[in-house]
């Protein structure tokens, strides 16, 4: 019975971090990587990075869970989740933040001393975004930050320092999340409003909240275009990002203000999807310059 009670457990914990959208910023971390080693880094470097995405996005959904576990238990797409069903204490899901959290930070100072003395402060940054939606419309761009933080991390991991040439892949990730996360914040726009909580959606609409994901996404394709300008990716970066506008085009087709059925689709699907697109364009790019 125990051991069936600690599988259920470890199965619910996986469920809430929902771990398998690391996909979402992982790709994009590595690409950050990958053009800071001017091709693969070194196994171990890899290997770091990947950890200190993991435990920290791990650490990060945790504590949206719990920070948002009483606004969740109301909203009925959201009641059904870990703490508000009583699937997992409160307590526990606070220790797991915390244990992650010192993973994370255990793995950053494997990488070099400049990412040991930021771990805090990206800690501050993927934890704050929790609590933004009670005082703007625009935490989705607190959520835009929180990924697009990644790869200029792991160019610093990489290099120990940073170029402001990366800064461009951050801004795009930024605009890139602010803007799914946007049109994902219309399945609330109405409890939202109800409860004092806010988004774009709530702010000024539906239809006005796809507008502002349409030009979020467009600002992202033209700061790819600026960065394979600065990195010289040729040929296979504008292919890349052709790649990354077609799939955003296909996104934007599949939902619209009167039909978001298949608005999971459009966010956890495509979005996985773009950021490996993107990764495996700009890793060819790099492989094939040598």
């Known amino acids: 019975m125990n051991e069936m009670a600690l599988l259920r457990s470890i199965g619910t914990t996986l469920e809430m971090i929902k771990w398998e959208h690391s996909i979402f910023a992982l790709p994009f971390a590595l690409t950050g990587a990958m053009l800071a080693a001017d091709g693969w880094p070194r196994p171990l470097q890899l290997l770091w990075i990947v950890v200190c995405m993991v435990t920290a996005r791990s650490a990060a959904m945790a504590f949206n869970r719990w920070a948002d576990a009483d606004l969740d238990a109301v909203n009925p797409r959201t009641s059904a989740r870990a703490i508000p069903s009583g699937l997992l204490p409160r307590g526990f899901v606070a220790t797991f933040t915390i244990f992650m959290s010192v993973l994370f930070i255990l793995a950053a100072a494997q990488l070099n001393r400049l990412t040991l003395w930021l771990s805090p402060v990206v800690l501050a940054i993927l934890l704050l975004y929790s609590y933004t939606k009670r005082f703007t419309r625009w935490s989705h761009i607190f959520l835009g930050l ?20 990366i800064l461009v892949l951050t801004a795009a990730v930024l605009f890139w999340v602010a803007g799914f996360d946007v049109l994902y914040a219309c399945q609330d726009a109405e409890h939202d ?55 955003l085009l296909y996104e934007h087709l599949i939902v619209s203000p009167k039909d978001m059925r298949r608005l999971n689709a459009a966010f956890f699907t495509m979005n996985g999807v773009i950021s490996v697109v993107f990764f495996v364009f700009v890793a060819a790019a790099l492989l094939l310059k040598h």
């Open 146 to 165: 929180s990924l697009g933080i990644a790869p200029a991390a792991a160019w610093i991991a990489i290099r120990g320092a940073l170029d402001p040439r």
């Open 193 to 247: 409003r109800k409860h004092g909580l806010n988004s774009i959606p709530a702010a000024i609409g539906i239809a006005g909240a796809f507008w502002v994901a349409r030009t979020m996404h467009a600002i992202m394709l033209a700061l790819l275009l600026w960065l394979v300008h600065l990195f010289s990716l040729g040929v296979l970066g504008i292919g890349g990002i052709a790649a990354v506008a077609a799939l």
